[in-house]
């Protein structure tokens, strides 16, 4: 097959190059790199095949000068081996590098090589396979008497695996096993910084996600191919709604397959939010590096680069799913000239209070726009039959019509329309359980499916009084204007009494050919 090129960008935060001298725990920032990968996988090519060719690409990027002065990389969930490539992982425990040890695989021997030859701590995503029954699982083993797992994998300087996390919330993920119990996985470094880590769908759970935030860890490296939703879980916006609410940096490495709905990588400095976020309407492969700014030291200086935005119509070829929004409580935004709303909408005793300034532009009888609707919700959900949740959310969101059916769902490539409401502020304020099975975090995007910039909002939580529970009263605001608005919400997940994701039957569909099987578009991609 033609080698896809690679294309490799960096995005310097300083006027000046970075110092060739490694990143020390006095330092107050360290240099990552995040990588959004995509391989052009031919129809019918043979899985060895495929794998090398993947493994060439990583070891391209570990070798780049772009990533020489890179402190950590992270690569993303399921873009380099498969489940006919699977291999075997050492227990970090036994301090082996697998540099040259026919024991292991070549993903696993060349990556430990490249991380000890270029002196930097890397992070991969791949499919392992390990012996199974393990002592501690009594679960029955499959025929061939492995496990298969989708397993993130650190290596330090020296290529010593000093970390594996096994992915525990899987998503269709048929023939991977999991873990009797989510994983605590975390690593330290020599540059004074500890890294907890997990895997995509992961970051909709209690376990292990929040409670690694709960442990103190601050930094975290995510993996992840991710399957965007509006209004609420496109995968930067959700990416930095977390890193936000938990006030932590997000190392996040998204897969690109922008026709089948996954990408978003970015690097997220807690609540000083995006330092550098992508989505992308085309597959790439880049590699993003950025100076982070250690939670250690909270006034260091932090310099954004401003995403760059593909135009709506571009973004038109992100395939997006949509909620279940159809049950939600909603009213809508009048289309008044020059507004000045408020508003309660309640979803039975969940209720949100929203106080907007707006203006909208006249003479819109024969023109295409959005419309807007003010929404309460606070009830289950299901994520594609994979697992079930409940939400609770205040949410202000768009629709392409008049008809509620169209919520959540954007204008095609070569629809024209007009930005007709300018929000100038917006205030959505409720009452949230205060507790550890309840997860609240700011949430927003405008039509180019990218995030705002947090100087833009406002985020505010006190304690409310005179409750028979613990709750706070969250406030979200914003307060510069925008006619790019999509979605502008506080959002909520209920944790206690919900079933986690769990398990699959063996099988050897990948969960990239499950979900292009749900979204009818196998047409669109070649063979996983």
Known sequence: MSKPSILICILLLFHAAPSKQLSTPSDPHYW???????????????PENSTINRLTEYLAIIDSPEAANTDVLVFPEGTLNRF????????????????NNLRYERVVRDVS??????????????????????????????????????????????GMVVSRYRKFNLFGEAGINTTTYPEMASFHTDFGVQFGHFICFDLMFNEPALELVRLGITDFIFPTMWFSELPFLTAAQIQQGWAFANNANLL???????????????????RRGAITTVMTHEPQTKLYV????????????????????????????LLLKRDQIDKYATKDLPMTSNGQLEERVCYESHCCNFTINYSVKSNLQNSKYYRYKLAAYDADRTFDGFADGQITTCAIFACSSASYSTCSQRFEANEAYEEAVTFN?????????????TFVLPNNVDTSIVPFDVSE???????????????????????QPRSDLYTFAIWARKFEG???AGANPSGMLSVLVFIIALAGVVRHVVEF
Not at 88 to 98: A, L, R
Not at 133 to 155: E, I, K, Q, W
Not at 457 to 479: A, M, Q, W
């Open 457 to 479: 909002t406002e985020y505010i939580v006190v304690p409310s009084v005179g409750d028979r529970t613990p709750h706070n009263v969250v406030t979200f605001k914003l307060n």
């Open 252 to 270: 996040a490495a998204g897969a690109s397959f922008p026709a089948i709905g996954s990408t978003g990588t970015g690097i997220y400095s807690g």
């Open 84 to 99: 006919e490539t699977a291999s075997f992982v050492p227990n970090p425990s036994d301090n082996v590098v697998p540099c």
């Open 290 to 317: 950025a100076q982070v700014p250690k939670m250690s030291f909270p006034n260091a200086v932090i310099n954004k680069v401003p995403p760059q935005k593909g135009t709506p119509a571009q973004m038109a070829k």
């Open 498 to 500: 919900r079933a986690v």
């Open 425 to 437: 502020s917006i205030t959505i304020s409720a009452k949230f359980a205060d507790n550890d099975q």
């Open 32 to 46: 990552a790199g995040v990588v959004e990968f995509s391989s052009n996988r031919v129809s019918g090519e043979h």
């Open 113 to 158: 090589c490249a991380a000890r030859n270029r002196k930097k701590y890397v992070v991969i995503n791949l499919t392992e396979k390990a012996q199974c029954p393990d002592r501690f699982d009594t679960r029955p083993c499959s025929s061939d008497g492995l496990y298969h797992f989708n397993t993130n994998v650190a290596f330090d300087r020296e």
